[in-house]
């Protein structure tokens, strides 16, 4: 069973930043996708980022393009959300999650393994 532990949310105001960090236990991230997504109260949950752990290939949603940068440590077994620029309707519940297999989809449907979230709550 993979299990992924979210951290780094909390509050912040416009224009700032914040780290969102996932730590998965055992080889979880070997030969497969992970990707953050998002969800705010009263919305579905949107695709966020994604990010090949072979190759380290990186997708992103239109909306947080520049803003926001995925990244990987193998060495901590840890997937990064890097958030610049923060704006009040990036507030929201952080989730991590992976799937196996190399292809990189922006469906939550497709992502089996999930973390328990993380708030991130931006202020104007």
């Known amino acids: 069973q993979v299990q992924l532990v979210e951290s780094g949310g909390g509050l912040v105001q416009a224009g700032g930043s914040l780290r969102l960090s996932c730590a998965a236990s055992?080889?979880?991230?070997?030969?497969?996708?992970t990707a953050w997504f998002r969800q705010a109260p009263g919305k579905e949950r949107e695709f966020v980022a994604n990010?090949?752990?072979?190759?380290?290939?990186?997708s992103y949603a239109d909306s947080v393009k520049g803003r926001f940068t995925i990244s990987r440590e193998n060495a901590k077994n840890t997937v990064y959300l890097q958030m610049n620029s923060l704006k009040p309707e990036d507030t929201a519940v952080y989730y991590c999650?992976?799937?196996?297999?190399?292809?990189?989809?922006?469906?939550?449907?497709?992502?089996?393994?999930w973390g328990q979230g993380t708030q991130v709550t931006v202020s104007s």
């Open positions: 055992g080889r979880a991230f070997i030969n497969s996708v």
């Open positions: 990010i090949r752990w072979s190759g380290g290939s990186t």
């Open positions: 999650a992976v799937k196996q297999g190399l292809l990189a989809t922006m469906r939550a449907a497709d992502f089996g393994s």
